[in-house]
């Protein structure tokens, strides 16, 4: 059975740092894509980044750009969401999600194409 664990959300303020962590387990991690995702209050979820089977490719929603880092340690079936120079309209739900991506550099950004989903963890950045 395919588990996806987030951690690491929290309460911070304007311009402050957060590390959010999935911990997977169940099947073959390795060989999955992987990707991050928020949803606010009233709003649909959107994508924020990805990261490819192998970790050599990632891709990033323009609002991130620049300031939010996805990395995989494929060792430990973990992937994280470095957040830095939080902004109050970063706060939301984060999810994790997984899916067997078809190709080894793919960094998917629909929410259709992933097949495992975190509970989620709640960032609230404050101003």
């Known amino acids: 059975q395919v588990q996806l664990v987030e951690s690491g959300g929290g309460l911070v303020q304007l311009g402050g740092s957060l590390r959010l962590s999935c911990a997977a387990s169940?099947?073959?991690?390795?060989?999955?894509?992987m990707g991050w995702f928020r949803q606010a209050p009233g709003k649909e979820r959107q994508f924020v980044a990805a990261?490819?089977?192998?970790?050599?490719?990632?891709d990033y929603a323009d609002s991130v750009k620049g300031r939010f880092t996805i990395a995989r340690d494929r060792a430990k079936n973990m992937v994280y969401l470095q957040m830095n120079s939080l902004k109050p309209e970063d706060t939301a739900v984060y999810y994790c999600?997984?899916?067997?991506?078809?190709?080894?550099?793919?960094?998917?950004?629909?929410?259709?194409?992933?097949?495992?989903w975190g509970q989620g963890t709640q960032v609230t950045v404050s101003s």
């Open positions: 999600a997984g899916t067997s991506p078809g190709s080894w550099y793919r960094t998917p950004k629909k929410e259709s194409e992933y097949a495992y």
């Open positions: 990261i490819s089977w192998t970790g050599g490719y990632t």
């Open positions: 169940g099947r073959t991690f390795s060989s999955w894509a």
